[in-house]
């Protein structure tokens, strides 16, 4: 190669580098920001907000739980094994202890840092409570720290609902 052949390829990849840095440079200085809505209106076009879709009505989890298996609800237990323990007396981890969880107040783990979302939740973790939270945790309470999607299928949720009744010294009954 010559001399003139190095001085064309030097002046690309220094053109290429100047605009790699200029457009980094761009990115840092200049903030767009979304507009709420159409800044040029074209006639005869109607617009149509999109409707937050409304969470779908969960299934009343009592009827499945008559029919639900605990064993089956053990295997389904073990998505919660990561971050709980099961077992009675067994320390809080990422999550609380789920011993007696049936039937237990919301935030009902001593020395566990629930967050506001659970911690100030009323009532007790009945069936239906419990399907909702399994369900999907960010749903049932904002803000929660547990990062868990949650089981959709409601045959799954009555099965680990069943499986957590039996960890218990005298599981609640059956609604």
Request: proline residues 9%; hydrophobic residues 45%; contains cysteine.
């Amino acid at each position: 190669m010559n001399m003139e052949t190095n001085k064309i390829a030097g002046a690309v990849l220094l053109a290429g580098i100047v605009a790699m840095t200029s457009g980094m440079i761009a990115g840092m200085l200049v903030h767009p920001h979304k507009l709420a809505e159409s800044v040029y209106k074209v006639e005869g076009v109607v617009q149509q907000a999109a409707a937050p879709a409304a969470p779908a009505a969960l299934q009343p989890i009592g009827p499945l739980l008559a029919a639900a298996d605990p064993k089956a609800g053990e295997t389904q237990a073990k998505k919660c094994l990561a971050c709980h323990t099961l077992n009675q007396g067994g320390p809080n981890r990422v999550g609380p202890n789920l011993w007696n969880i049936v039937g237990a107040k919301h935030g009902h783990a001593a020395g566990f840092a629930y967050s506001a979302a659970i911690k100030d939740k009323p009532g007790d973790w009945n069936y239906e409570e419990l399907n909702a939270f399994i369900s999907s945790p960010k749903t049932y309470a904002p803000g929660t720290k547990m990062a868990f999607v949650g089981i959709p299928k409601a045959e799954d949720r009555a099965a680990l609902i069943a499986y957590l009744r039996t960890l218990s010294d005298s599981p609640k009954p059956l609604p």
